[in-house]
């Protein structure tokens, strides 16, 4: 079992910057592939970016490309999203996600939102 908590969401102007953070329980955050998706209000919940295990890969979002970076500190079990440039249609709750072969964890997701 792994338990998610994200922190760092807000209220920020458009142009700004936040820095998403996501504590995991247990011993073996460093055996999931590490992700952040969003949903925004009346729309599906959409992938963000990854980071692989070692932290070696990651994907991402086209349209967060060049402003968002998805990190992790397996010593500190912790993945991090930095975001940059950020535009009103970044507005969303965002989670966090930690994926193996067998299992899928949610965090319970933070509020960000981008006023213009």
């Known amino acids: 079992q792994v338990q998610l908590v994200e922190s760092g969401g807000g209220l920020v102007q458009a142009g700004g910057s936040l820095r998403l953070s996501c504590a995991a329980s247990?011993?073996?955050?460093?055996?999931?592939?590490m992700g952040w998706f969003r949903q925004a209000p009346g729309k599906e919940r959409e992938f963000v970016e990854s980071i692989s295990r070692s932290g070696s890969s990651t994907a991402y979002l086209n349209s967060v490309k060049g402003r968002f970076t998805i990190s992790r500190d397996n010593a500190k079990n912790t993945v991090y999203l930095q975001m940059n440039r950020l535009k009103p249609e970044d507005t969303a709750v965002y989670y966090c996600?930690?994926?193996?072969?067998?299992?899928?964890?949610w965090g319970q997701g933070t509020q960000v939102t981008v006023s213009s």
């Open positions: 996600n930690a994926r193996s072969n067998w299992y899928d964890y």
């Open positions: 247990g011993r073996t955050f460093s055996s999931y592939t």
